[in-house]
């Protein structure tokens, strides 16, 4: 994985205004964020077959304490950094190549829904063992453009302005919006009900895509950023632990301390009802009180949930990056699978569909670790990019060549 070399900022096309093609030297591929990426898919993967809490106790288990919201956040936050780096990274592209990224972008999410919807039509509309997370990655992707000419002060800033203002408007509008159509939306649900299937990926979904520009964003600004200095390593992983602890900080403070439980308490719920919507969040963001707002509980998209959620992927990404300086090969198990994260969710998601896990959720978590970073082993070795990602990538480049003439 150290020596794989990939033009990390599309130096063949020509700059805005140049008869020549300027190239850039390869640059080694960042191999902690590809190892961090493979983590994430571990994270997913646990949440979607491991129980999320004990069934005599009804505590949360190790399993939702550590990936519950986080593993989505991270991510995100990495997909951020991948658009920031095939963007220019520190060189920001302008003119022509920054046209041809948008573009390809475009493209990239319209290939992604597509994948999305075919996954979607083979899951089971009932009670699925999975909310997949790729559609709403088309719609992450959409809203990205308008930001790939933004420097990281920028894009830090905008982050936080859609961590701040998005759940109070999700909140406010959830008396407004349709109701869902299905966890998984089909090609068939978005013909027939196109508003809220919209309303669904941007604002009342799993992942709402609008609270998820945080990530996205903040990824973005993380890509602009010299990400191979040890010292930017460090810093990004103590600004995220600072920022999870304060956070989760700041909520127990305002719901145990400042009166948000008990005001919470006053809108008809019990105490135990309340303290299940606290660990696990409730179905939805209610609108019975802003107090809502202070809870810190994963997918529930309140400013502090997102912060805590951030805060934990940035801390992932400073730390593997910082392994990877230091012991990069210990990691080429996670790296290979990070770098094909988009062919091995599809295929786990599909393997769930024939719903044989749930018996024995421990032995089949097992084996879709096994087979994943199997495959991803001998196929990254064997070929290199993996299969449905060069399936977006094809498209993705014609349509930048295109834009470049």
Do not use: C
Request: no cysteine; glycine share 8%; proline share 6%.
């Amino acid at each position: 994985m150290d020596s794989d070399k990939i033009p990390q900022d599309t130096a063949n096309i020509p700059a805005a205004g140049s008869a020549t093609v300027v190239k850039s030297p390869p640059r080694k591929r960042l191999i902690g964020i590809d190892a961090a990426r493979g983590f994430a898919l571990i994270g997913l993967m646990a949440i979607h077959m491991l129980p999320n809490y004990d069934e005599e106790t009804g505590e949360p288990t190790l399993v939702w304490q550590l990936f519950s919201g986080d593993s989505a956040a991270l991510f995100a936050l990495l997909a951020g950094v991948g658009l920031a780096l095939s963007s220019g990274g520190q060189q920001l592209h302008r003119g022509h190549r920054l046209r041809a990224d948008r573009a390809g972008l475009a493209v990239r999410a319209v290939m992604i829904a597509v994948i999305a919807l075919v996954i979607a039509s083979v899951m089971p509309q009932e009670g699925p063992p999975a909310y997949g997370i790729m559609l709403y990655y088309a719609a992450f992707f959409l809203l990205a453009i308008p930001f790939l000419h933004l420097g990281p002060k920028a894009l830090f800033i905008s982050a936080a302005a859609f961590g701040v203002i998005t759940p109070i408007l999700m909140q406010a509008m959830i008396p407004v919006l349709p109701d869902w159509t299905s966890y998984n939306p089909t090609l068939g649900h978005l013909l027939s009900e196109p508003a809220s299937v919209v309303s669904q990926l941007l604002l009342t979904g799993t992942y709402p895509a609008l609270p998820y520009m945080t990530f996205i964003l903040a990824g973005m600004g993380l890509g602009r950023l010299n990400l191979r200095s040890t010292q930017v390593q460090g810093i990004i992983a103590g600004i995220g632990a600072a920022l999870a602890i304060l956070a989760s900080v700041v909520s127990s403070v305002l719901l145990y301390m400042a009166g948000g439980y008990e005001a919470l308490l006053a809108t008809g719920l019990s105490e135990a009802a309340l303290d299940e919507a606290i660990v696990y969040g409730p179905d939805y963001l209610p609108n019975t009180s802003a107090w809502w707002l202070a809870i810190a509980t994963p997918h529930t998209n309140t400013p502090l949930a997102l912060a805590t959620s951030l805060g934990m992927s940035l801390l992932a990404v400073g730390l593997f990056q910082l392994i990877a300086h230091r012991a990069g090969r210990w990691l080429t198990p996670l790296a290979a699978a990070g770098t094909m994260t988009l062919t091995l969710y599809s295929a786990h998601l599909i393997a769930l569909a024939l719903e044989i896990h749930y018996s024995e959720p421990v032995l089949w978590f097992v084996v879709h670790l096994a087979a994943a970073f199997g495959f991803a082993w001998f196929w990254n070795r064997m070929v290199g990019q993996g299969p449905l990602e060069k399936l977006v990538a094809l498209p993705v480049k014609a349509t930048q060549r295109a834009v470049t003439g």
